[in-house]
Nanobody, 115 residues
């Protein structure tokens, strides 16, 4: 059973930056994909950014140019650097990892961007 530990959430002023980190409790197998989704109240969970073992990345349209995903498939960790934050970025951010073809979710960390 893979468990994910998330950190870095908090309150930030609009225009500021935060860095989210996620670590998977798996050291025998590397991730196939790892990254972040987010969910605001009353809305569907949406893609933020994902990185694959090959190094390809996929970003949600609303965060392109502002957020950067990075990952280490030796440590099974992923970091999300969020810059130029907007109030619309306020949501619970969930780490996501695929290992051996199975998907796992973190418990979520709150990001609140004040105006």
């Amino acid at each position: 059973q893979v468990q994910l530990v998330e950190s870095g959430g908090g309150l930030v002023q609009a225009g500021g930056s935060l860095r989210l980190s996620c670590a998977a409790s798996e050291n025998s197998f590397s991730f196939n994909a790892m990254g972040w989704y987010r969910q605001a109240p009353g809305k569907q969970r949406e893609l933020v950014a994902v990185i694959t073992t090959v190094g390809s990345t996929n970003y949600g349209d609303s965060v392109k140019g502002r957020f950067t995903i990075s990952g280490d498939n030796i440590k099974n960790t992923a970091d999300l650097e969020m810059n130029s934050l907007k109030p619309e970025d306020t949501a619970v951010y969930y780490c996501y990892v695929v290992i051996l073809g199975r998907a796992y979710w973190g418990q979520g960390t709150q990001v609140t961007v004040s105006s």
